[in-house]
C-alpha cells in the first residue's frame, strides 16, 4: 500500500554541506538524487547535480541564498522489494513561515522509515537559539520582558530575604557598592535584551546557509552571539552575586 506524507516546519536553522550530505545519505545516496535546485534572493535560481557544486556558489550578501530543495527517486531499473519505488522532496527556507518541508511518498514502511529519519535530520539543523529566531515579535517582546522583570524581582527578593531592609543612602559604602553592582547587572542583561528586541534578525537569523561568502558571516555572527551570551550570563551572576553580599553588609 503507497501513502504520502508532508510536514512543515516553522524552525530557525543552519545548513552547511555537511547537513546536505547527510541528507543525501538518508535519501539513498548521489544515485538517488533527481534534483538540487538553489533559488536565490534576486529571484534567480541554479539546478545542480550535487551537493559539491554549492560551495561554488557565492552567497553574498546582496544575492544571498534563499532556499534550497533536494528531490530523489531511485532508478527505475532499480525497484525491487528491498528497493521500492519512493519519492522525497525535501526544502530548506529562508522565510518567516515554514523554512523546512518534506513530502514522502511511497510504501508504508518505507515512508514511516524516511519520515523518522527526516524529522531527526531536521532536529539537527536548529541552533540553540532557533526557538527564539521564529517567535513573533510581540510574543519574543513580552519574553525578553519577563526574563529581565523576573530576574530583578529574584534579586530583589535575595536582597530583602537575607536582611537588608534599610535604604541604599543609610547602607555602609561596602554595601553601596555590591548593590550599584547588582543594579549594574540588572541593567547589562536588560540592555541585550534591547539589543535583541531591535536587532533581533541580525543576531538571531531564521535561515543560515552556510555555503560561499555568507559562510564567514556566520562564522562572524556565531562569534557576537556567544558575547552576548557570555555578557548576559556574567551580568546575573553580578547581580545575583551582589545582591547576597550587599544583604550581610
Known sequence: MNVSKSKDYRVGFQVDSWDLERL???LGGNERITGLAVEMSDGSSYQLENVGELESVK????????AITIDSTPPAFSFGED???RLVLVTVREGTSSTVRYHVSGPLRVVDRLTRELEDWVTSLRPWYGSLAVMDRSRFFLWSAA???ALALFVL???LTLGRTIGIAEASAPAQLTSLAAAGGLLTVTAVAAILNVRRRRFLPVAQFHFGRSKETSERLDRRRVRLLRTSIGAIIVAVGASIVAAFL
Open 59 to 66: 552567497n553574498a550578501p546582496e544575492r544571498r541564498i534563499r
Open 83 to 85: 528497493n521500492p519505488p
Open 24 to 26: 543525501t545519505q538518508l
Open 147 to 149: 526574563v529581565v522583570g
Open 157 to 159: 527578593a535575595l536582597y
